[in-house]
């Protein structure tokens, strides 16, 4: 979603795929360009802004090297829709997020609910692991869109 900085400025910028409300370039952008997130949070919200980016390398460099695929391919028809972080936070080196995200792919819509655990290793945050469940969404026409944009699904992403 490209949106205008202010009347007097011409240039557009992309609010971020993570939905902060922030501009990419001042969110998620840094990260995939190698700053150090500072906690499991951002680190989490850069890794779906990745995904939903299509980009591979980032998630995969974001993962821990003990439990990262070998291999890594991002299917090309997902379209992540939208995330809603529900709890985050750190204990020492380990961190935790338990978010949602909404997806369509060519079956149809999904949420995605996930507790992911993260682990710090010199002072760089990484994803570990977690448990999640996939379950289909089947909006109806009148209901909210599950991209959380507010408006109606029949008006957003239905089409």
């Not at 939208?82 to 380990?94: A, F, N, P, Y």
């Not at 060519?106 to 682990?119: I, M, N, P, T, W």
Request: with cysteine; charged share 25%; aromatic share 10%.
């Amino acid at each position: 979603m490209l949106h205008r900085i202010n009347p007097f400025v011409t240039a557009l910028v992309m609010t971020c795929p993570c939905q902060s409300g922030r501009a990419y370039e001042r969110c998620c952008g840094p990260y995939h360009r190698g700053e150090l997130a500072p906690t499991p949070e951002p680190l989490m919200r850069a890794r779906y802004s990745a995904y939903a980016n299509g980009d591979a390398a980032y998630v995969k460099t974001s993962w821990h090297a003990d439990t990262r695929p070998a291999t890594l391919t991002l299917p090309s028809g997902d379209r992540w829709l939208g995330l809603e972080v529900i709890d985050s936070g750190e204990d020492g080196d380990t961190g935790w997020v338990h978010f949602r995200a909404a997806c369509r792919d060519d079956a149809g819509f999904a949420l995605l609910e996930e507790r992911s655990r993260f682990v710090r290793e010199a002072g760089r945050w990484f994803y570990l692991d977690g448990e999640h469940a996939v379950t289909p969404l089947k909006p109806g026409r009148n209901d909210p869109c599950p991209c959380g944009s507010g408006r109606k699904f029949k008006k957003c992403c239905a089409g």
